[in-house]
């Protein structure tokens, strides 16, 4: 054995000896030896009568550390990964030529890229522009049907292309890349651009059916509305401006989204306040319109309201409290993020199975998928590798890993409900499908329970318990712990009066595992030299059989040690240097948050000895904290909005009333949910948020004609001729930014996109409850919050009246 590990050493040899004059002139002198052939290697000496092809057989392998098939065919797998500031689609690009490249350049070569993010973000964002003009088209249909003038209509579908015009250019400018989630941005926008235009073009529209065209009426009439758009429209930022205040990748996934609406309302108002007007003095000049007649019944129903304030406070009251009673008891779910056009499939054996029998039966499940119609592609891996590991990318050797890119228009379902069928052929392995999700990863929601504790018997006492407690919930498809996971273990304990432990291990180390030897330059390149094991035990007898070189001579290891057998853990996890066990259960997505309540309610009911401590994580804890920070966020914009709107209207009261068409949001919003039957996620939050600053657009654009009908009116007298007056834009502008979502709302959501049904879902219900309701509980609310002086009005027009008679 000593022979054999130091037969390459100091064979190869490049090395500068000196410099000396020879035969005249100075030169260098140099010594190289390079084994450059097998042959060579076989006739190295060992001893004086014994070259290494006597004692060994040398032969050139190819070493694999993994194993990677694509369609059955053995190939080398290249990872490309973007830099942080790259462009996706761009290194896409780059990476699909140099293939092209190599292609032709490489002789004998196929290359291919099997998977990249590029196309997924390139289709995501064809989709979600598509959505955008599709919006753009309903909004303008909505203007049409109700200015029923071609020209206005015109004059205000122009703010789109131009708004997005210019938030484009100032996205560029703040280094943000046109992607999924800024596109969503846009999407959910696209409706909200055309608000401010037709508040200012319904304003003139009006005045022109009651007045002759004039430059000044163009610009009293923008005059009238400036202040009551650039209100709303700032309150509408200003609920984004929190963002920035949220934590790591949360803060990183909105603040482009965030970015782009801001940029789109700043410059929708900024149209709205140039181009409107100025387009409006050149195609409205000399239009002659029809008086519109506003709203007699509407304003004798406000009336009414107005006379009996109790009836629609309380209705919405209730309506309210019952709707927020109703979120309570809504299960949260997780953010779904699955994708049908590639599926992943695990095959997994338990850590005992020879890897060669896994890989066996692998290749007997990629032979069965290969026969499958619907499968344009599939990739097989097994095993781990030394640059895999530096990434983290480590898994169990019994494991084989399949990932499955679908033919289009195939049923991705059908698929994974057929690979789980198969799991009866493959006895003693755990064999799992589910859909997959290249921008987002996988959707599936797993909650985690660490135990710690004082000692390793404590720590999984106290695990087999806490596992035991959680399976028994209904909403947990399956708990596991890293504990499971057991392998069989042969210490042989060893006789300290016979031999030296330390020089037993070594040369069972040697016997029973390959050794580097050291290399050789092989055809330019260097390779390995490896000594490969001398005996493959295949039992516990051929264990104990094993002869070891002692201070007394060779002897049988059993003569000198007892071989004894344990199973144990072959997963271990430490924190801070202190072992613990981590359970894993996996729930029922659209129900983690009743299933993270459930189980931290189980986990509080234990009572472990041995000072062992259960920490509960995972999704429902990311969940939980992604949502409290969403409601400080709302809480902050609240304060912001409401702070803009008394700087706006110089007076504390009439903001306060503006306020109030919050909660009917909350109305519209959770009844939607509960109509649809969908959880609310984390971008319904969303949703909820950016309703704070959609809602009291339309708040604010009533109360700032009441404010301006104040100065020659009475207080009802002003309510009840701004809801009339401003009813027809406020329904225009809700109902615009409703149909602009309404593709987003039947729509499949694209992955990697906040933008999802549930969103819409929440803004569209919100929204179409608060402009309902707005119209009636935000006037009442106003003569409320001035009883005194409304009343006072009532009584000094009801004196007038009688001193008349």
């Not at 579908?157 to 846009?186: C, E, F, H, K, Q």
């Not at 037709?198 to 002759?212: A, G, T």
């Amino acid at each position: 054995m000593q022979a054999l590990m130091g037969i390459v050493q100091g064979r190869e040899a490049g090395a500068a000896v000196g410099e000396k004059t020879i035969d005249g002139s100075a030169g260098n002198i140099q010594i190289s030896s390079r084994i450059s052939d097998i042959g060579t290697l076989r006739k190295l000496p060992l001893t004086a009568d014994t070259v290494l092809g006597d004692v060994a057989t040398v032969e050139l392998e190819k070493q694999q550390e993994t194993i990677s098939r694509v369609n059955g065919e053995d190939v080398l797998i290249l990872t490309i990964t973007k830099a942080g500031n790259a462009n996706a689609v761009a290194v896409g690009e780059a990476v699909a030529e140099t293939v092209g490249q190599v292609n032709k350049e490489v002789k004998g070569a196929s290359a291919k890229v099997m998977l990249s993010t590029s196309e997924q973000v390139t289709n995501a964002v064809h989709s979600m522009l598509k959505e955008v003009l599709m919006g753009a088209l309903f909004a303008t249909i909505v203007i049409l049907l109700f200015m029923r003038n071609v020209r206005a209509t015109l004059i205000t579908i122009i703010s789109i292309p131009l708004s997005l015009a210019l938030t484009l250019y100032l996205l560029d400018l703040s280094g943000v890349t046109l992607n999924i989630i800024t596109l969503g941005g846009v999407a959910v926008a696209v409706g909200r651009l055309v608000d401010d235009s037709i508040v200012v073009i319904e304003n003139i529209y009006r005045r022109l059916q009651k007045e002759s065209f004039s430059t000044s009426l163009i610009i009293d009439s923008t005059k009238e509305v400036a202040s009551a758009i650039t209100s709303s429209t700032l309150v509408t930022v200003a609920v984004f401006l929190p963002m920035g205040l949220l934590r790591g990748t949360l803060q990183s996934f909105l603040l482009p989204f965030a970015l782009t609406v801001a940029y789109s309302l700043l410059a929708s108002l900024l149209v709205a306040l140039t181009v409107v007007p100025l387009l409006s003095a050149v195609l409205l000049r000399g239009t002659r319109l029809a008086e519109h007649q506003g709203a007699p019944r509407f304003s004798r129903f406000l009336k009414w309201n107005l006379q009996h304030k109790w009836v629609p406070l309380l209705v919405s009251g209730v309506l309210f409290f019952g709707a927020i009673g109703a979120y309570m008891f809504m299960p949260k779910a997780a953010l779904d993020s699955s994708s049908a056009s590639n599926v992943n499939i695990s095959l997994e054996y338990e850590n005992n199975k020879p890897r060669e029998d896994v890989i066996a039966a692998g290749k007997q499940l990629e032979q069965w998928l290969l026969e499958r119609t619907d499968i344009d592609w599939l990739l097989m891996q097994n095993g781990n590798s030394a640059d895999s590991a530096k990434y983290g990318n480590v898994s169990s050797p019994t494991q084989v890993s399949y990932m499955i890119g679908m033919k289009e228009g195939a049923d991705a379902e059908l698929l994974i409900e057929a690979v789980k069928a198969q799991k009866e052929h493959y006895k003693g392995a755990e064999l799992t499908a589910s859909a997959a999700d290249l921008m987002m990863g996988g959707g599936a929601a797993e909650i985690t329970v660490d135990v710690t504790g004082d000692s390793p018997e404590a720590i999984a006492a106290g695990a087999e318990q806490a596992a035991a407690a959680i399976e028994k919930i209904s909403d947990v498809l399956k708990v596991t712990t890293n504990q499971e996971q057991k392998k069989p273990v042969y210490t042989f304990e060893l006789d300290p009066m016979k031999a030296k432990g330390e020089e037993v291990a070594r040369q069972l180390q040697g016997l029973l595992n390959p050794l580097p030897l050291g290399s050789i330059t092989l055809n330019n390149a260097e390779t390995m030299v490896m000594l490969q094991p001398a005996f493959d035990p295949r039992t516990a007898d051929d264990l104990k059989a094993l002869t070891v070189m002692t201070e007394q001579g060779p002897v049988r290891l059993d003569q000198i040690a007892k071989l004894k057998q344990s199973e144990e853990a072959s997963l271990f996890y430490h924190k801070d240097g202190k072992l613990y066990i981590r359970i894993t259960a996996t729930v029922e997505p659209s129900r983690l948050s009743v299933a993270g309540k459930e189980i931290a309610d189980k986990i509080n009911e234990l009572k472990p000895a041995g000072g062992v401590a259960y920490t509960v994580g995972g999704a429902s804890a990311e969940q939980a904290g992604d949502f409290a920070d969403l409601g400080l966020t709302a809480l902050i914009s609240i304060g912001i909005v409401y702070l803009i709107m008394v700087i706006a209207f110089k007076t504390i009261r009439a903001p306060l009333a503006i306020m109030f068409s919050l909660p009917l949001a909350a109305i519209g919003a959770i009844g939607g949910l509960i109509v649809s039957g969908i959880s609310p996620d984390f971008t319904a939050m969303f949703g909820a948020l950016m309703l704070i600053g959609v809602v009291v657009t339309n708040a604010i654009v009533l109360i700032d004609r009441v404010k301006q009908n104040e100065q020659h009116m009475p207080i009802r007298d002003a309510v009840i001729e701004a809801a009339a007056t401003r009813m027809r834009p406020i329904l225009m502008t809700a109902v615009a930014t409703i149909c602009a979502m309404l593709p987003l709302l039947f729509g499949t959501a694209e992955n990697g996109s906040i933008v999802s049904q549930s969103l819409a879902i929440v803004v569209v219900g919100g929204l179409a409850a608060a402009t309902i309701l707005t119209l009636v509980i935000v006037p009442c609310m106003y003569e409320l919050l001035f009883f005194r002086k409304s009343k006072k009005q009532r009584q000094a027009a009801a004196a007038a009246i009688m001193a008349e008679v």
